[in-house]
């Protein structure tokens, strides 16, 4: 089942800003981690943003990163610094947050053996598994994430009882949702048992829960889940519970899907 295809997104202009290594200063500021670039143009009109001292509010300023002084709020910074990306085999009973105040392993254990800055972009709940990005890419993250951008994440989903069409074209066409309406772009069956179907979801935002409470909605049960493609990435046969640092060719697509240079 497919449903019709959408036209293609509108992409940003060139954001350069010249030969001589110089950025536009809102790029410079996505790149630090510090916003995206819309919010860090609308930090700049605020007057919240400073060059060597003086206050700037013009689009399409530029720095030179290493010898330009920015401060936003009054905050130095440092400027762009190494980006790293890894996939992570999230398992089931691994809390998505940097941090579990009830002691529970939980994805900062994970960052902590890297020994980078990085952060889980999105989430998988408790009780759901599969592909997690790693990364201190603060553009990308704020993009894969952002509905405009539409970027596709598919997962693999255990339901009961299993399900008759009319379920399957309201999954298509669209279901409410206590926070709006939310539909499926794809879905098929890839497997069955006595009482149980497998089911491959192709999603293209990333709501908390989406899935679980869409097939709720239409009276599907779900007894697992798992994310399997995330964009142009997928998580193929990587183990459970292993991390893997990134091919520049995956990260390359990644960035293109966003939309970033």
């Given amino acids: 089942m497919t449903k019709s295809k959408k036209p ?7 954001e350069k800003g010249g030969s001589d290594g110089r950025l536009r200063l809102h790029v410079f500021i996505a790149r630090a981690g510090i916003a995206s670039r819309r919010e860090a143009e609308r930090l700049m009109q605020l007057g919240d943003v400073t060059v060597n001292g003086k206050v700037i509010t013009e689009p399409g300023s530029t720095v030179l990163p290493g010898k330009d002084h920015v401060k936003v709020n009054g905050r130095l910074i440092a400027g762009p610094h190494r980006l790293e990306y890894y996939a ?3 398992p089931t009973g691994c809390v998505s947050t940097m941090k579990d105040t ?3 392993f939980c994805i900062g254990d994970v960052v902590r053996t890297l020994g980078s800055p990085v952060v889980p972009v999105g989430r998988l709940d408790l009780n759901s598994s599969g592909l997690l990005l790693l990364t201190n890419d603060g553009e990308l993250a704020v993009r894969l994430m952002h509905p405009s951008y539409e970027i596709e994440k598919v997962y693999r ?3 009961n009882p299993p399900p008759r069409q009319r379920q399957l074209d309201r999954l298509l066409n669209g279901v409410s949702l206590g926070d709006g309406r939310a539909r499926v772009e794809r879905i098929r069956r890839v497997g069955r048992g006595e009482t149980k179907v497998w089911l491959e979801v ?3 935002e990333g709501r908390k ?3 679980r409470r869409m097939m709720e909605e239409v009276g599907l049960r779900v007894d697992k889940l798992k ?7 997928k998580l193929g046969r ?4 292993s991390v893997r640092r990134l091919e520049h060719k995956e990260i390359k697509a990644l960035r293109a899907a966003a939309d970033l240079d």
């Fill in 8 to 14: 293609p997104k509108k992409t940003d202009p060139a």
């Fill in 88 to 90: 992570y085999h999230k």
């Fill in 102 to 104: 009830r002691g529970r």
């Fill in 157 to 159: 989903v255990k339901v």
């Fill in 202 to 204: 192709t999603v293209a």
């Fill in 209 to 211: 829960h989406v899935v």
């Fill in 227 to 233: 994310r399997v493609v995330l964009g142009p990435l």
């Fill in 238 to 241: 990587q183990v459970v519970d």
